[in-house]
């Protein structure tokens, strides 16, 4: 006897369960959260991190001198571009963006923008350089925009 | 492309090795697995098939299990797992696995000498848990 | 209990069925409130799936031995432990443990992503159902329901082997199975991603965590594994090449290939396709797994029995799955296209590149070695089947490159590396390799292989240390920190990178205790009470054994125990006592009269060996079992195992490492500021 209240107990337990959405029209959401990662956010995480190492590597004495600057060069580059493409991507979808974030924008745009360009391979060189880390031609003094 | 042309060549390179040394080691440890009735249809129809090491599982015949003493020299009878009455005994000198016990199912590794004994030189028997028996043997 | 069990197991089916069906079609409609019952589905399949191991224990419990299953695998006499844990002592009971234990890590699947990853996860419960119905279905229509009855009730089991009757019968199938349905999870996000065709980072980060899980439990539970081998089961061996080992080992090769290779797609979008295919190949090979144990097509100390029927439906559900993932990948083969080339031989991604060729190298040629009985026997009619020899002389070579590897990578640069890097970061740990080699060379060793992996180990530790140094240091200085707590700051702020390091340092050791087998002493003496017997190690260590007596207990059916003949050691080392060992010879009840009796052995773990101690034969055993104070003549095996206590510790330092790398930090919560951003002159490095 047990068995079988057991039984319909446990039938029915599930069966609730599991219609119960159906029938009384509740929904899961399908929806991307607010807050979480987008694919150009992500970008832009691995650009700065990618930044944060090669500083990091230096400071360790991983890296010298010569390789440093190369690779931060190159790198910088690509977070601006990262940087650029989410800033882009969330001033579509109209999502606030963080006051961290655009100080470090800003920080960055501004290296670049007093570096200087090289004539002979165009890479941006960061301010002061003589040389371009790149191509070794010797550099002029010109200001990038 | 050039650059992807340099990583294929040297992926195929070490896989070139890779399969160099499947390949050589496969001759090397390479080993007949057969039931006891495939060895002695073997062994009868050549000879010489007594010299050639093997491979063989089979199943322990309960009650046969032998310790000769002071000499380390264990010896059973084997069975064909499907054919029952195809048997042989088997002689072994080294440590009995902890798992081997009368009814076990057994891997030998050897070969079967002219006299019909097979001497084994590697000797694994099945996890324990393995067995399962048959309703008829549960009862009483 | 166990009849209400037996109805759970039942319609655990139709629910599963339809949370296969209605994920689809919410993926399909966007429908959220299919999608709702989809995953409330999970949970109600775990339930009952619950309610059904709940009744197999019952019937354990209970004595019920008209269920063929519970006479199997206990008798009225076997402790209690036994009985619970008797769920997965066999085929039918595992069977059920693991669709438990699927159903558990989909309902954390599913509980985890309610507010989150929401567009992912009407497929992930599709796809988790589908599974989870595989096995409910091979439960209940291939002949291995536990649940069966017998047509008469038998008065008592045969019982646990005594074999069984340890921990580790208790540790390992679950560690192991742990791994292997965790795999499931990571499986079932990609199919998501491949139809939903949200290919992008997110699904990166999401696999990369569940991987890492399984990967711990699977490495865990191979571990446990080696160490039951290495106590019960195998004289002091631990690995045997035996099919299902290997098959076990398949699915942690290709994970570990996933974890390495993921980080090149993260840094540089490339292999993409080659990620996706690592872990749907993952999956498919922790199927293969339990199959090849389960349908025992293939020799093996761990198959069953034969079942064509188990090996049909999971042949046809494995091809199933295999076409299903290559047809996925096709379909979304634009989405994966890669964006960047490898830009230089000499690079951080051509070393994981390599590190991935040499882990799947070592997979395929494991599986082929596994396979080749079956497949000589399809092309010459005659099985052939290699060795251990096969697998040594294919998989020594690829673990030396890995084992290099696991030093290089981390210190090349990545996309391209100067020869000043490499001057400057191999420089030493090379001299130390070298060092530590020609210093063991001095010393007598004379074994190449073993050489040559100890000299590589030393290379990678030294790197690894001068890693932890340097940015130790670093950070020290610059944040005006003591070391300590800079340590501690270094790692917390980049817990993958450091975390990684450490399971690394747990591989090395692995690897050295391997090499450490070249040393193995092996020796056999006869003893009578009081006689000492010397035996030298490798290590320079001179133990003395003496004798002290053979005691013989009759236990008359207690525990299963007839009798149990007891020999105690005294053991010194280099002339200092180190207490006593005892190694035993056992019989019990549940054993044929004519099957010999079995043993226990003895093992004393120093930090650089083990001492391992194994009675071996009585020399008058009935005599001695009847008490007679004269037949304690015996044979004693002693063996001496360098290193292999690095086994068990190097695991201990895997898992603590992976623990670091799984472990969340705080940034993970808050968002796009989580980058704590601080100007570039710090050492600062970002939280994962």
Known sequence: MTLYVGVALVAAAVLLFIMQPVVRGLHASLEREDDELTETEARKRVALLALRDVEYDFLAGKLDEQDYRSLKSELTAEALAALEADEAARASDGASSDPDVEEEIARIRDGLRSGVVCDDCGFTNEKGSRFCSACGHALADRVAR | MKKNGRFMVGMVGVAAVVTYLAWTGVSEAMVYYLTPVELMQRVEADPTFHDVGVRVSGGVVAGTYQLAEGEHLHTFVVRDLVDEATTFAVEFRDALPPTFSDEAEVVLEGRLRSDGVFEATTLQTKCASRYEAAPEELAG | MTLLGEFALWISLPVALWGMVLGFAGGRTQRGDLVLSAERSIYAVFGLLAIASAGIVAAFLGDRFEYWYVANYANRELELFYKITGLWAGQRGSLLFWALLLGFFSSIAVFTNRKKNREFMPYVAAVLQTVLAFFIVVLLFAEVNPFQRLDFTPANGRGLNPQLQNYWMVIHPPTLYLGFTS????????????????????????TRRWILTSWLFLSIGIVMGMRWAYLELGWGGYWFWDPVENASLLPWLTATAFLH???????????????????????????????????????????????????????GFMGAVLAASVVLILYRLPQLQSENQIESFVSRESAFLFNNLMLVGAAFSVMFGTMFPLISEAITGTEISVGPAFFQRVNFPIGLVLLALVGIGPVIAWRRATRKNLQRNFATPVVMGLVVAAALWSSGARHALALTTWGIGAFVL???????????????????????????????????????????????????????????????????????????????????????????????????????????????????????????????????????????????????????????????????????????????????????????????????????????????????????????????????
């Open chain 3, 183 to 206: 795999f499931t999870i990571p499986f079932a996000f990609a199919v998501s991603a491949l139809l939903a065709g949200r290919l992008d980072a997110r699904w990166i980060q999401l």
């Open chain 3, 462 to 688: 030294t790197i690894i240390v001068t890693e932890f140094w340097k940015g130790t240091r670093a950070r020290a200085r610059i944040e005006g920190e003591g070391y300590v707590l800079a340590l501690f700051h270094l790692v917390t702020r980049n817990r993958r990178r450091w975390g990684g390091y450490i399971v690394h340092v747990g591989m090395v050791m692995l690897f050295m205790a391997f090499a450490g087998a070249a040393y193995n002493v092996d020796e056999r003496f006869f003893m009578e009470p009081g006689d000492v017997v010397e035996v030298a190690s490798p290590m320079g260590h001179t133990y003395e054994l003496r004798h002290d007596g053979l005691s013989v207990n009759l236990a008359n059916g207690q525990r299963n125990l007839l009798w149990q003949a007891i020999v105690t050691v005294s053991v010194s080392k280099d002339g200092e006592p180190q207490g006593l060992l005892t190694t035993e010879k056992r019989q019990y009840t549940t054993q044929d009269a004519g099957s010999p009796p079995m043993t226990e052995v003895g093992v004393k773990s120093y930090p650089l060996e083990d001492l391992y101690l194994i009675l071996s034969e009585l020399e008058d055993l009935p005599a001695a079992v009847s008490a007679d104070s004269d037949a304690q003549g015996l044979y004693l095996q002693v063996l001496v195992k360098p290193l292999v206590g690095w086994i068990w510790f190097g695991c201990l330092i895997l898992a603590a490492g992976t623990v670091v790398a799984l472990w969340p930090s705080a940034d993970r919560q808050r968002r796009a500021s989580a980058d704590s951003v601080e100007p570039a002159a710090e050492p600062a490095v970002v939280a994962d």
């Open chain 3, 261 to 315: 290779s993921i980080q090149i797609q993260e840094n540089r979008g490339m292999l993409k396709v080659w990620n996706m295919s690592l872990v749907l190949l993952t999956f498919l090979l922790t199927l293969f797994a339990t199959f090849l144990t389960r349908a025992g097509l293939i020799e093996s100390v761990h198959s069953f029995a034969e079942n064509i029927t188990i090996a049909m439906i999971f042949l």
